[in-house]
């Protein structure tokens, strides 16, 4: 029977040891056979909105007895908890900043513990500033080798409450913003596939997309659908609508950057009510002000 999958989300990077840290302790704790797969760690610094986009999505793919570490830790030290949260047959640790709101994502925890018991950090006295090393890491070391997620700690009722900024729809269009920019510079917004159905927009041959410096005429289903060099607005990977350039970099080329507003206009004779009412600097960029509070 193989063990138990760990894995490791954060904002560390790979340039220093942290991440090396993290997986030490859980093998000193699990032994040298725990298995252990990075998600990234190239997460943009304390960006938790970030982390949540990218992890989110990937619980699905991963099996159901699964462990995630998830570290982006702006208050690491201060009174805000740790915590282990089991959902769906897996369990999610990390810092309840919000992260594990905007994971869930509406779904309610079945079990939430905050990591309060010494006994299963790497050491009585944690840092102050690498909690993802002194309690994270050997937390999920300790749950893969069987301890109950019980023992952790103390029995909580939930876990502190965000939630992901929704577009704006009515009958002119649907205004979003920019929530990732990938390596790739592709640029993906909160409009969900579903919202595009429900309004028709994936139909409208007149629709009109409005972002950064770019005018794009409709819905397309891949990057080639376009010339190489041109805009193009398609559903993505993750189910949402996406700004690419075929061939090229959009955040770059289009001057788009996480927290600009994107606005799809669904006839040509309300553009100038459209998009003042939506104007670019309306919108908080996640990075400081990563979701809304409930």
Not at 104 to 113: A, C, F, S
Request: net charge negative; aromatic share 6%.
């Amino acid at each position: 029977m193989q063990p138990r999958l760990i894995t490791l989300t954060s904002d560390f990077g790979t340039r220093d040891a942290y991440v090396a840290s993290m997986k030490a302790a859980i093998l000193s704790i699990a032994g040298t056979g725990a298995r252990i797969l990075d998600i990234t760690h190239e997460v943009a610094p304390q960006d938790v909105m970030e982390a949540a986009f990218i992890v989110g999505p990937t619980l699905p793919l991963l099996p159901a007895d699964s462990i995630h570490v998830v570290v982006v830790d702006p208050g690491v030290g201060t009174s805000r908890p740790g915590v282990a949260v089991r959902t769906c047959e897996q369990i999610l640790v990390g810092p309840d900043n919000g992260l594990m709101a905007l994971i869930l994502n509406g779904r309610e925890p079945d079990e939430v513990v905050r990591l309060d018991n010494p006994r299963y950090w790497l050491t009585p006295r944690p840092s102050n500033t690498f909690h993802g090393r002194d309690i994270f890491a050997p937390a999920a070391a300790h749950l893969a080798n069987g301890v109950p997620l019980h023992d952790l700690g103390s029995p909580v009722d939930g876990v502190r409450a965000l939630h992901w900024v929704q577009p704006v729809v009515d009958d002119e269009g649907i205004r979003g913003w920019v929530v990732h920019v990938d390596r790739f510079g592709n640029c993906i917004t909160n409009i969900s596939e579903d919202t595009l159905s429900r309004t028709g927009a994936d139909s409208q041959p007149a629709l009109k997309l409005y972002v950064g410096n770019a005018r794009i005429g409709g819905m397309n289903k891949t990057y080639a659908d376009v010339a190489v060099g041109e805009p193009v607005a398609l559903v993505g990977s993750s189910g949402f609508v996406e700004i690419a350039v075929n061939g090229g970099n959009a955040s770059t080329l289009l001057g788009i950057k996480k927290g600009s507003a994107v606005n799809m206009l669904f006839s040509s004779g309300r553009e100038d009510t459209l998009l003042a009412r939506a104007p670019a600097d309306e919108y908080v960029a996640p990075e400081r002000t990563p979701a809304g509070t409930t």
